[in-house]
T-cell receptor
Framework: KQEVTQIPAALSVPEGENLVLNCSFT??????LQWFRQDPGKGLTSLLL?????REQTSGRLNASLDKSSGRSTLYIAASQPGDSATYLC?????????FGSGTKLNVKP | ETGVTQSPTHLIKTRGQQVTLRCSSQ?????VSWYQQALGQGPQFIFQ???????GRGNFPPRFSGLQFPNYSSELNVNALELDDSALYLC?????????????FGPGTRLTVL
């Protein structure tokens, strides 16, 4: 059974810092990996989708990488801002099933 | 842009009752997935529907069932509610079967079972 782990569970950084969030998964037979952002009590907003054949995706200050063979993905956030404060979740897709990690709760202090 | 809506926003039920949650997908999205998110946890996949047929299911008992309609709306039904069913229920739509497409999430329905 696929298991997705996110480290750290929580992170607090000063504004302007570059940071890396980690996601690992146990079964490398995935179709894709997706990073989401969730604000308190709200639904999820898709940030980046990486297909299994891709190594990375970029959107603005965000860059996500995927290493299928090692079962790892990272989300890099450049020049963090207080508005980036949220919970970040990664999810993988296996055979029409979806598996989420428990998320990293990010707090960016002004 | 998501365009996915869910109703109701909040719901309170008692143990043993039945509940129906509703989702309206983005126009043109043939696939809808439902998730259960307990407090402080990541979403747990319940099932996915593609063109009105169940297309994948997570580890949830049969008392969790669903329907998808041709007008891009869908329902999640839960029978014989248990206290542990209290959670945020999320639906997500995508263009195809979800293997390669981005999922767009609705804001969720907060279910409390007393």
């Amino acid at each position: 059974k696929q298991e997705v782990t996110q480290i750290p569970a929580a992170l607090s950084v000063p504004e302007g810092e570059n940071l890396v969030l980690n996601c690992s998964f146990t079964d490398s037979a995935i179709y894709n990996l997706q990073w989401f952002r969730q604000d308190p009590g709200k639904g999820l907003t898709s940030l980046l989708l990486i297909q299994s054949s891709q190594r990375e995706q970029t959107s603005g200050r965000l860059n996500a990488s995927l290493d299928k063979s090692s079962g790892r993905s990272t989300l890099y956030i450049a020049a963090s801002q207080p508005g980036d404060s949220a919970t970040y979740l990664c999810a993988v897709t296996n055979f029409n099933k979806f598996y989420f990690g428990s998320g990293t709760k990010l707090n960016v202090k002004p | 842009e998501t365009g996915v809506t869910q109703s109701p926003t909040h719901l309170i039920k008692t143990r043993g009752q039945q509940v129906t949650l509703r989702c309206s997908s983005q126009s043109g999205h043939n696939t809808v997935s439902w998730y259960q998110q307990a407090l402080g946890q990541g979403p747990q996949f319940i099932f996915q529907y593609y063109r009105e047929e169940e297309n994948g299911r997570g580890n949830f008992p049969p008392r969790f069932s669903g329907l998808q309609f041709p007008n891009y709306s869908s329902e999640l039904n839960v029978n014989a509610l248990e206290l542990d069913d209290s959670a945020l229920y999320l639906c997500a739509s995508s263009l195809s079967s979800g293997r390669t497409d981005t999922q767009y999430f609705g804001p969720g329905t907060r279910l409390t079972v007393l």
